[in-house]
Nanobody
Framework: QVRLVESGGGSVQAGGALRLSCAAS????????MAWFRQAPGKEREGVAL???????SYADSVKGRFTVSKVNANNTLLLDMNDLKPEDTAMYYC?????????????????????WGQGTQVTVSS
C-alpha cells in the first residue's frame, strides 16, 4: 500500500524559507511522477510543482523562481525548497504520486487526479 507522509511545514515570516519533505513508501511499480499541491482556506486546491520519473520538473507560475522541487531516488523522498515566502503561500501542502507509464509526459493538471495523496503539512507565512 502506497503511503505518503509530508513534513517540514511551519510558521515563518514573509521572505523566509522552508523545506518540505514527503516520504513515500509502498510503491509497487518502478516509475512514478510526484507533485506538490496546496490548498488555502476557502480556495481550490492548486498544483505547485511536479517532478516526473525522468527528472523533468514543472511549476505553477506563482512559485517559479522561488520554489524548487527535487527527489531523492534512493528513498523515494520528494522535497520542496521554498524561498522568499509570501503570505499568499499560506496553505496546507500535499504530496501526490501517480504511476508513470512509458511515454507519459505528466502535468500538474493530470497529477491533480493522482491516485495517492498524503495528509498534508501546514505552511503559514505572516507579513
Amino acid at each position: 500500500q502506497v503511503r505518503l507522509v509530508e513534513s517540514g511545514g511551519g510558521s515563518v515570516q514573509a521572505g523566509g524559507a522552508l523545506r518540505l519533505s514527503c516520504a513515500a513508501s509502498g510503491f509497487v511499480y518502478t516509475r512514478y511522477s510526484m507533485a506538490w499541491f496546496r490548498q488555502a482556506p476557502g480556495k481550490e486546491r492548486e498544483g505547485v510543482a511536479l517532478i516526473d520519473d525522468d527528472g523533468r520538473v514543472s511549476y505553477a507560475d506563482s512559485v517559479k523562481g522561488r520554489f524548487t522541487v527535487s527527489k531523492v531516488n534512493a528513498n523515494n523522498t520528494l522535497l520542496l525548497d521554498m524561498n522568499d515566502l509570501k503570505p499568499e503561500d499560506t496553505a496546507m501542502y500535499y504530496c501526490a504520486a501517480q504511476r508513470q507509464l512509458p511515454g507519459d509526459t505528466p502535468t500538474l493538471a493530470a497529477l491533480a487526479h493522482a491516485r495517492h495523496w498524503g495528509q498534508g503539512t501546514q505552511v503559514t507565512v505572516s507579513s
